[in-house]
């Protein structure tokens, strides 16, 4: 009986060594696979960042290098847009002073590189405005005493608008292209 309790406690011992061993390995694995992915995101990064500078006016670099953003005019309405570096709701609408009135969100459905989606968006807005536009939504600027904050902050706030991917209105509320 001795015999056999020895022999269940090195088997016991034994399998928890095995899966130690085990979670070790696939853990090393999951590392280099995620170190891996990483490597290929941040050249994805770079490749994108210089296909947008090959885009973008002496004046757009010299704003993108300074300030992270650049400004655009639309084809159609002759408005001014700034581009700033982010995933979403990063399409500013500026008065004819530069004050931002207004933002556009429209973005990728899945991972893109910002530079990527920053020159998808200079593109769409200098070339079809009105289709750019019209797959956007707009959340317009309130005044507040301590800051500006977009419309949609809070939920409740009038002017928010939301609608499905797909859905056709006019668009009355937004200042968008008719």
Not at 60 to 77: K, L, M, P, W
């Amino acid at each position: 009986m001795d015999a056999e309790l020895l022999a269940a406690a090195a088997t016991a011992v034994l399998a928890t060594l095995g899966a130690a061993l085990l979670g070790l390995i696939l853990a090393e694995a999951l590392g280099r696979l995620n170190d891996r992915a990483r490597r290929k995101r941040l050249l994805a990064d770079e490749r994108a960042r210089a296909l947008l500078r090959e885009w973008l006016s002496p004046a757009q670099i010299a704003q993108y290098d300074r300030d992270g953003h650049f400004e655009v005019t639309g084809c159609h309405s002759g408005r001014r847009y700034r581009i700033r570096a982010a995933q979403n709701m990063n399409i500013d609408q500026l008065d004819a002073s530069g004050v931002r009135t207004g933002v556009w969100c429209v973005g990728p459905a899945a991972y893109l590189p910002v530079a990527d989606i920053m020159l998808t968006q200079k593109l769409a807005l200098e070339t079809d405005e009105r289709a750019a536009l019209a797959v956007a939504n707009w959340h317009p600027v309130h005044a507040r005493a301590e800051a500006f904050t977009l419309g949609w902050e809070p939920m409740a706030a009038e002017g928010a608008r939301r609608r499905p991917r797909g859905a056709s209105d006019a668009r009355a509320e937004s200042p968008g292209l008719r």
